[in-house]
């Protein structure tokens, strides 16, 4: 199996400092990593990375972290998959803008083109391409092929045969060609399967008409009473297998609309918990273990949530504030009593919504004011916010961290950790007590190993993304 998620930052300790002038040298090379080895570093299991979906049209990353007031480890955008003139310019402005924000580069692959008719070489010219973006930017990979392929709102949607044909394919030639990029598996949230929609012209009770909506009919009947319907299981016909996956993914909007008077409801104290436990939004028990406890705990593999909250600014009710707040603090408690939910991408865009019947807003920065709380939670919850690659050189941005202003207790105690003396953080860092480094190379080899260790820490179990 292709393993992005047992490898975790081990403390340096006393053996370490003995390597510590080798280890400064190689410190100053910036890290590579083949995809057949996986990251070294993932957020440690009770934290997230933390990002967003943008409109790429009309918001940047810097603009995005400004108005947030923090950095943030991860950064998303839809991409053509094969890759046309297009598709390469978008993963390109992906990959450079992100390594610029210290955030690993989500790629939502989507296909132009039938799940049948991808190739091989459309896989390997995407590696190529990855492989040289990582080379000169530093940046590091999470493919999220053909996400939500459970959903009838997509192409590519309910062909679970094709679909997994076309994601074993293309991980096949990520695993053993990319050097730093991972696969993602990501339905969306299974409430309201099968989405009243045709399966490849399968409706309930109706006749198969070919070979391949035959085998597509037979893995979508789960449950085996000969007709597709709500009592079908919404996920693993789709799961391309361990030796494909690396992360495990899940699309959960939040909607929160009364659709009779238009009223914005802010959400309960249980609503994302019940989500998380496959009980929201089903007309009855599903008897099925949630999807994290099928394809993230119980597989020890890192999950991906992706999430936002619909505000409709012409409805009543909640405040947007009342509404973004809540339900980021419920994703923060997620985070904490999940210790494989590891990667959180917001989406952050404005947009018509049909069943709201006008623009509604996701985000969690429609306004400066409403930016700054929300950056406040985030910094103080369980997010890991970066960096989780190496930034150029030559990026001499301030880091936003803190940028929006906590309250004086967390500033005082980060004045308090910044104060202190290398000597004083060595000793807690490595465990090995100052008066050990008596000579002048033993003294050099602390400090050297030190650093890499603080170096570590602050990058601890993020990737080479998740």
């Known amino acids: 199996m292709h393993d992005v998620t047992r490898t975790g930052h081990r403390p340096l300790g006393a053996s370490g400092l003995a390597a510590g002038l080798l280890a400064a040298s190689l410190a100053l090379v910036p890290p ?13 299991a009770g934290t997230a990375w933390f990002g967003a979906e943008l409109d790429w049209d009309g918001d940047s990353p810097s603009r995005y972290t400004d108005r947030l007031g923090t950095d943030v480890s991860l ?37 132009a083109a039938a799940l049948d008719d ?58 053993d060609e990319a050097d730093a990029a991972w696969t993602v598996w990501a339905p969306a949230y299974g409430a309201g399967y099968p989405f009243g929609g045709a399966i490849n012209g399968v409706r ?31 996920y693993g016909p789709y799961y391309p297998g361990d030796a494909a996956v690396d992360w495990v993914g899940l699309s959960m909007l939040r909607y929160g609309v009364d659709q009779r008077f238009g009223a914005n409801l ?50 009543t009710g909640a405040s947007e504030r009342d509404v973004k707040r809540a339900w980021l603090q419920r994703v923060a408690n997620a985070v904490r009593f999940r210790p494989r939910l590891q990667a959180v991408v ?39 916010l970066g960096p989780a690659v190496t930034p150029p050189e030559d990026d001499d941005r301030p880091s936003a961290r803190g940028g929006s202003g906590g309250d004086d207790a967390s500033q005082d105690a980060a004045d308090d ?16 007590p ?24 602050r990058r601890r179990m993020r990737p080479p993304w998740l």
């Open 75 to 111: 950064l998303a955008r839809p991409v053509a998959y094969p890759l046309t003139e297009g598709s390469r310019a978008a993963l390109g402005d992906l990959a450079r803008t992100s390594a610029e924000q210290g955030a690993m580069s989500v790629v939502d692959l989507q296909p």
């Open 204 to 234: 309930r009770g109706s006749t198969v008409t070919s070979a391949a909506t035959a085998r597509d009919a037979e893995r979508l009947d789960s449950n085996g009473d000969g007709e597709l319907g709500t009592g079908d299981d919404p």
């Open 346 to 384: 917001w989406l952050e865009d404005a947009r018509y919504e049909p069943e709201v019947g006008g623009q509604v807003r996701w985000g969690l920065t429609p306004t400066r004011e409403l930016a700054a709380t929300n950056g406040r939670i985030l910094e103080r919850g369980p997010f890991d």
């Open 434 to 457: 100052v008066e050990g480094a008596a000579s002048l190379l033993g003294a050099v080899a602390l400090l050297l190993g030190v650093g890499l260790a603080l170096r570590a820490r």
């Open 32 to 44: 590579t990593a083949h995809a057949a080895d996986g990251p070294t570093d993932l957020p440690e």
């Open 266 to 315: 802010e959400p309960t104290a249980d609503e994302l918990q019940a989500r998380l436990d496959e009980e929201f939004g089903y007309a009855s028990p599903t008897g099925r273990r949630s999807f994290y406890a099928r394809f993230a705990g119980g597989r020890d593999q890192p999950m991906m949530l992706s999430t936002g909250a619909l505000f409709n600014p012409a409805g």
């Open 417 to 432: 950790e910044a104060g202190r003396s290398l000597l004083e953080r060595a000793e807690e860092t490595t465990g090995v």
């Open 118 to 175: 991808l190739d091989t070489e459309d896989a390997e010219e995407l590696v190529e391409e990855l492989d040289e973006l990582g080379a000169e930017h530093g940046s590091r990979f999470l493919l999220r092929f053909a996400p939500e392929m459970n959903g009838t709102w997509t192409p590519w949607g309910q062909q679970p045969t094709a679909y997994v044909a076309a994601f074993r394919q293309l991980a096949d030639v990520v695993h």
